[in-house]
Structures are given as structure tokens and as C-alpha cells.
């Protein structure tokens, strides 16, 4: 049983910076690939980023790459989303959810929240 909670949303300029967190309670964490997903206004939820269990293989959407970095820390539980140079087409609830081991497209079976990120000037 695992349970899921997003922090560090907020309101930035564009090219601005946020650190999002993901907390997680529950023993099932070290063995859950973890996804970052948003999902804006009027749009579909879209996948951002995934972090795997055990050597932390990572993926990102390609609107992303370059400026977002997802980790990993397993003691604490938390996976990290960092966002850097933010666009307006950033804005969205962002959210995390876990499925078994690796990274794909279904099976995420647990999600938090959310947490609103605004990028606007």
C-alpha cells in the first residue's frame, strides 16, 4: 500500500525555476517506478517524466528534455521533479503516480494530488 503526496507548486515567471516533491508512505515505495504527469486546463493529462525502482533509469517528454530533471531518494522516499527555464505552456497540476518496477504508459495505479504550477508574467 502505498500513498502519494505533491509539494513545491507555485506561481514563476517564465524562465523561472521550481522543485517539485513527491512524498510517499508506505514499504512498496523502493520497488515503484515513479511518473510525473500534468495535466492544463481544456487539455489531456500528459505524461512528463518517470524515474525507475532500483538503478533509477529516467525518461522525459520531449517538451521537457533539457529543462526538467526527475530523482530519486529512496531513504526519504521523495522523488524530485526539478524545472528549470519554465514556460507558460508549463502550467498545469502536476502530478506524481507509481506503477511496479519500470517505466510505461499504464499500470500507474497510485497518484497523489496534485500540485499547481502557474507560469505566467
Known amino acids: 500500500q502505498l500513498q502519494l503526496v505533491e509539494s513545491g507548486g507555485g506561481l514563476v515567471q517564465p524562465g523561472g525555476s521550481l522543485r517539485l516533491s513527491c512524498a510517499a508512505s508506505?514499504?512498496?515505495?523502493?520497488?515503484?517506478?515513479i511518473g510525473w504527469f500534468r495535466q492544463a486546463p481544456g487539455k489531456e493529462r500528459e505524461a512528463v517524466s518517470c524515474?525507475?525502482?532500483?538503478?533509477?533509469?529516467?525518461n522525459y517528454a520531449d517538451s521537457v528534455k533539457g529543462r526538467f530533471t526527475i530523482s530519486r531518494d529512496n531513504a526519504k522516499k521523495t522523488v524530485y521533479l526539478q524545472m528549470n527555464s519554465l514556460k507558460p505552456d508549463d502550467t498545469a497540476v502536476y502530478y506524481c503516480?507509481?506503477?511496479?518496477?519500470?517505466?510505461?504508459?499504464?499500470?500507474?495505479?497510485?497518484w497523489g494530488q496534485g500540485t499547481q504550477v502557474t507560469v505566467s508574467s
Open positions: 524515474i525507475s525502482s532500483s538503478i533509477s533509469v529516467t
Open positions: 508506505g514499504f512498496t515505495f523502493d520497488i515503484r517506478a
Open positions: 503516480a507509481a506503477r511496479p518496477y519500470s517505466c510505461d504508459k499504464t499500470n500507474y495505479n497510485t
